[in-house]
């Protein structure tokens, strides 16, 4: 549905979990969606770029 904003598919999953858990970590995003974790931090630094989240210092 979001690959009309440029989404691939991973992202969009991350995107949605963080929709539902928007203080988890890259390591809980990667078990919620079944994606291994280097392609979460991966989707989560593009997400950042396209101003759809906000990055945390914690991580």
Avoid: F, K
């Avoid at 390591?27 to 931090?41: K, R, T």
């Avoid at 396209?50 to 914690?58: E, F, K």
Wanted: hydrophobic letters at 50%; aromatic letters at 4%; proline letters at 5%.
């Amino acid at each position: 549905m979001l690959d009309v904003l440029g989404l691939e598919p991973d992202e969009e999953r991350v995107y949605r979990a963080l929709l539902g858990r928007p203080n988890a970590t890259a390591m809980l995003l990667s078990d919620l969606v079944a994606v291994p974790q280097a392609d979460v931090d991966e989707a989560l630094s593009r997400l950042v770029g396209w101003g759809l989240v906000i990055g945390s210092a914690d991580e």
